[in-house]
């Protein structure tokens, strides 16, 4: 029973990680900061300029953002390897408990 519980666990983490992942944007690196373009009107003059401001907003990738310990499981590649992990392992033990 544990091991068709790691199955379904296994199945539900990739598909709530490919869920976030496509709500987020579907990026390929996880990002921390958002970039907020406003382009501002010079009344003199008549000219426009672009100010770029970063806001702090974390979104899902298939990539961690850097090769730090603390931002790997925060990409779709760790939690769905995780997942096929527990898929497999649960599967091998099903397999070899029923031979």
């Known amino acids: 029973m544990i091991w068709r519980l790691l199955i379904i666990i296994g199945i539900v983490g990739i ?43 974390f979104r899902f990738g298939l990539l961690p953002l850097d090769a730090t310990p603390q931002a790997i499981p925060a990409s779709l590649a760790f939690v769905a390897g995780t997942s096929l992990v527990l898929i497999g392992l649960g599967w091998w033990k099903l397999r070899s408990k029923q031979s």
């Open 15 to 57: 598909l709530v990680g490919g869920g976030l992942w496509f709500k987020d944007g579907r990026q390929i690196f996880s990002k921390d900061r958002e970039e907020i373009v406003t382009i501002v009107k010079d009344p003199l003059f008549g000219t426009e300029t672009k100010q770029v401001t970063y806001e702090p907003r």
